[in-house]
């Protein structure tokens, strides 16, 4: 099992960086699939970046080119470099932590974290 925590967020004006961590407890963590999702109220969390166990990267076309996923396996971590940003990347951020197993999959998420882009 892994529990994936993020930190990182805050307030920030356009144009700003931010990084976001997730530390996800559990000695497998090599083997999932890390992914970075947003929520804003009354819409469907979407997925922003994903970076499988081998390493394979994948964005939402809306932060292509500004934002960066990473992972750190020796330390259970992954990143979200965002920079650039802009009043609509405001949203809640979370991680999660995916490991297909057959024709499933297990899923586990964060409890989020808030990202606020304002002048």
């Known amino acids: 099992q892994v529990q994936p925590v993020e930190s990182g967020g805050g307030l920030v004006q356009p144009g700003g960086s931010l990084r976001l961590s997730c530390a996800a407890s559990?000695?497998?963590?090599?083997?999932?699939?890390m992914g970075w999702y947003r929520q804003v109220p009354g819409e469907q969390r979407e997925l922003v970046a994903v970076i499988t166990s081998g390493g394979t990267t994948n964005y939402a076309d809306s932060v292509k080119g500004r934002f960066i996923i990473s992972r750190d396996n020796a330390n259970n971590t992954t990143y979200l470099q965002m920079n650039s940003l802009k009043p609509e990347d405001t949203a809640v951020y979370y991680c999660?932590?995916?490991?297909?197993?057959?024709?499933?999959?297990?899923?586990?998420w964060g409890q989020g974290t808030q990202v606020t882009v304002s002048s």
């Open positions: 559990g000695t497998i963590f090599s083997t999932y699939d």
């Open positions: 999660n932590a995916r490991r297909p197993i057959g024709s499933i999959a297990l899923n586990y």
